[in-house]
């Protein structure tokens, strides 16, 4: 099989190349800045013609920087623009993949609360749950089957995300965020890795699929364990005020959580289901 992987050179993308090449798959990563063996976003057309499946994971880092309004409609145009250039690509193919898979992300459903959020639910009205909004309407226009996989917070080795999430920690600093309460959804890099290639593989597969692990845990409970497993003190919340003084309307990654679970694949085998391992693995 021959695997076509837009932002293949990302944290997720490069586990997902990884894992295929493994397996004997040919991938074609596509980058803006091409190194090696990568193709450049020009190369497009002629690489998704002939390919059996395509993977977008482009997009500029929701943490990359303050949410000014500039800042806001990068967010938006490097996920939305490069779906639709995929589109375009795969309209334009001879031989055009049996499937698109696209990433996007578990806060589609902005603040919920305590309420559970399967693949059914509605989205949420922030500023991340728009940016999720238009870019599966974007991939429900590519004309084969599309998945978009919602996905959770990344724990792996080396995972940015992580390594910003632990530095209050390691100086002593750590506690929960906000009043800790907010669900925290998250899945191990390996398990989201397997859910793309289910996404890939299973031709029954379409629409919304929520990659998060099935044990769910508070923002409080991770930063016990944080502590616990760097053996620095977890005692010393953040206050809500706090973070939207520094951070704006990008605290809402801190402080909104969603109590989410998949009901679209009961027989995917997680590797990590409960959150201390998967942190362990992570960070030791």
């Known amino acids: ?26 991938t074609t990563v596509v980058s803006r800045t091409p190194v090696g063996d990568e193709v450049s976003w020009d190369a497009l057309g002629s690489v998704v013609d002939g ?23 990068l967010i938006v145009d490097s996920r939305v ?15 055009p993949p049996a499937v698109f898979v696209s990433a996007s992300g578990i806060g589609f459903a902005g603040d919920a609360g305590e309420q559970t959020v399967d693949e059914r639910s509605p989205y949420g009205g922030d500023f991340l749950a728009g ?8 991939a429900a ?18 995972a940015p995300a992580l390594r910003l999430m632990t530095l209050p920690y390691r100086i002593g600093a750590g506690g929960p965020l906000g009043n800790g309460r907010q669900w ?18 299973d031709p029954t597969l379409a629409g919304p699929v929520h990659a998060v692990a099935p044990t769910l845990v508070r923002q409080r409970d991770v930063a016990r364990e944080l502590g616990r497993i760097l053996h620095r003190p977890a005692l010393l919340p953040t206050p809500t005020f706090a973070l939207r003084a520094v951070l704006g309307e990008q605290a809402d990654l801190l402080l909104h959580g969603q109590r989410a679970v998949s009901t679209k694949l009961p027989r995917f085998e997680h590797r990590y289901t409960e959150i201390a391992p998967a942190l362990e693995n992570a960070l030791r």
């Not at 390919?51 to 800042?71: P, Q």
């Not at 940016?131 to 309407?137: F, H, P, Y």
């Not at 226009?141 to 080396?158: I, L, N």
Request: glycine content about 12%; proline content about 2%; charged content about 25%.
């Open 1 to 26: 099989m021959r695997v076509v992987v837009a932002g293949g050179a990302g944290y997720v993308g490069h586990a997902l190349v990884r894992s295929l090449a493994a397996d004997g798959h040919e």
């Open 184 to 201: 925290f959804p998250w899945i191990h890099l390996d398990d989201a890795v397997g859910v793309y290639r289910v996404a890939i593989d």
């Open 51 to 73: 390919a059996d499946a395509v993977v977008n994971l482009a997009g500029a880092s929701i943490g990359g920087g303050r949410w000014t309004v500039a800042r806001k409609r």
């Open 141 to 158: 226009q590519v004309p084969v089957r599309h998945v978009c996989v919602r996905c959770a917070f990344v724990v792996g080795r080396e």
């Open 131 to 138: 940016v999720c909004r238009e870019w599966e309407a974007a």
């Open 81 to 95: 623009g490069t779906t639709r250039r995929i589109r375009e690509a795969i309209e334009a193919a001879a031989r």
